[in-house]
Every structure is written in structure tokens, then in C-alpha cells.
């Protein structure tokens, strides 16, 4: 396993037009095929980019720069999600960073980050047909525990399964 991990919270301007930049990379390369290049550009503008992800951190989200070997190769988002839960929003890598190990040691550090914060679990949405990823969640422990539709306006639904990971 590559130990050149590190995660790095985004505080700056720069750092969040970073993501920004980044996730509208990774959104139109990994999700057109999954919802659509319309869809795809209405939640980059609405979710993912600079303004949105600004005013995310303003109401108590956290973003996480993820890096290997100093190359910035993706993000993370949380927020407090209720019920003594952690809400794992985003973790996204770019493509050829993907095969790394990123997302499990990104994981890892948002489960201890759990554990020093005194959450009980983690949960996320994620795309009912993106199986890759689901297959990646799974892997690191996460269960199905609901399924979800969400009208996100601009005519969209996201159909998304909810997922579950247990602090030990």
C-alpha cells in the first residue's frame, strides 16, 4: 500500500478553485456515461462548483485535498449528518490515480476522524448504476440500508442507494 498519502483540508480560495477544477474533470469523464452530459452539467454547477462548494463550507461542510507523493489526485467532502453520523458527501480520484489505494487510506482517515469526533457511523448516497464505486464502498465495508429519489430540480432525480459504515 503507497504510504505518500496525505489529506489536506481546503481552507484557501485556491484550494477550493482546485476541487472545483478537479471535479468538473471527474464528473464529466465518470458520470456521462451514468446520467448524461445535461445532467452532469447541472450538478457540476449546482454541487460541485467554486460558489456551490464555497457555500457548502460556509454552512459546515469539510473538503479534503488528496494527494500522492505531492500530486493532487482528489477530494473529499463530509459533513455532520445527524444521529451521530458522519455524511461522506464526496470522494472522488481522478482517472489515472485510480488503482492507488486513495480512496481506501482517505477512507481510513475519515474513520479515525469519526473516532476522534465521536461518530458512530458513516453514510453516503451514491448512484444506483455507478458500479464501480459500489463495488469499491462495499469493499471497505459499506451496506445498502435504503434507497433513495431525489428531485434535484432543473427536471433531475438522483437514484441513489444509501450506504452505511459502522464506526467499530
Not at 82 to 109: P, V, W
Request: aromatic share 14%; net charge negative; charged share 25%.
Amino acid at each position: 500500500m503507497n504510504t505518500a498519502f496525505k489529506s489536506k483540508k481546503a481552507e484557501t480560495d485556491h484550494q477550493v478553485r482546485e476541487i472545483a477544477d478537479l471535479a468538473k474533470i471527474i464528473w464529466n469523464e465518470h458520470f456521462t456515461p451514468i446520467i448524461g452530459k445535461d445532467q452532469v452539467g447541472y450538478m457540476i454547477e449546482k454541487f460541485q462548483s467554486y460558489p456551490a462548494l464555497r457555500e457548502q463550507i460556509a454552512d459546515g461542510y469539510e473538503y479534503y485535498q488528496i494527494f500522492d507523493d505531492g500530486e493532487f489526485c482528489g477530494y473529499t467532502g463530509i459533513h455532520p449528518g445527524g444521529d451521530n453520523r458522519l455524511f461522506l458527501s464526496r470522494l472522488y480520484i481522478k482517472k489515472e490515480c485510480r488503482g492507488r489505494h486513495l480512496a481506501t487510506q482517505a477512507f481510513r482517515f475519515l474513520a479515525n476522524l469519526c473516532r476522534e469526533r465521536g461518530y458512530s457511523a458513516i453514510w453516503l448516497t451514491c448512484n444506483k448504476y455507478n458500479d464501480n464505486t459500489l463495488c469499491v464502498y462495499r469493499h471497505l465495508g459499506f451496506r445498502t440500508i435504503d434507497t433513495q429519489e431525489a428531485d434535484i430540480g432543473g427536471g433531475f432525480i438522483m437514484d441513489d442507494y444509501i450506504m452505511e459504515y459502522k464506526i467499530s
